[in-house]
């Protein structure tokens, strides 16, 4: 049975530029750069709520979030974690610039509760290459901003 799985790309707009929002772990770093995500539980209403539950346990955010999409959704066998993954990915707007960097320090119920995240932003157009193989919907990520959020 596969663990569900939900990710987010968080998009902000500075200066006309796409950006998107990834972190390193404090004392991992070959846990890689990653998106906000985390495990479907039980107590979830449903992939949104979830969504947006980690979101908050993850970075902090809790304001001028908009979903803009669900864009992705996968089976992924991770090879580190040796578990077999359903994994939803959804695209979320920050509809003001926030900060540019910020640290995080993890409050949940999970795995992570307690750990220390470091954020920062990465222009859209660079290459990215994301731990976990997360990178996979950024194209689709590209392609949504092309054709709905052109300004």
């Given amino acids: 049975m596969a663990t569900e799985k939900v990710l987010s790309y968080i998009l ?9 929002l990834v972190f390193s772990q404090t004392g991992a770093p070959e846990a890689g750069i990653q998106i906000p995500g985390g495990t479907v539980e039980s107590s ?14 993850e970075t902090g955010l809790n ?26 990915f959804f695209l979320v707007l920050l509809e003001d610039e926030g900060l540019d960097r910020w640290r995080h320090i993890v409050k949940s119920t999970g795995q992570d509760q307690g750990m220390e995240f470091n954020y920062f932003w990465l222009d859209l157009e660079s290459d990215i290459v994301l731990a976990g ?18 300004k």
């Avoid at 902000?12 to 998107?20: F, I």
């Avoid at 979830?44 to 346990?57: F, G």
């Avoid at 669900?70 to 939803?88: A, G």
């Fill in 44 to 57: 979830d209403e449903n992939l949104t709520s979830t969504m947006m539950r980690e979101i908050e346990e």
């Fill in 133 to 150: 193989d997360q990178h996979v919907g950024v194209g689709h990520v590209r392609d949504y901003v092309k054709y709905q959020l052109k």
């Fill in 63 to 88: 304001q001028n979030l908009h979903l803009l999409e669900k864009i992705l959704f996968e089976y992924y066998d991770h090879p580190i974690k040796h578990e077999f993954q359903k994994r939803h």
């Fill in 12 to 20: 902000r707009n500075k200066n006309n530029d796409w950006q998107l």
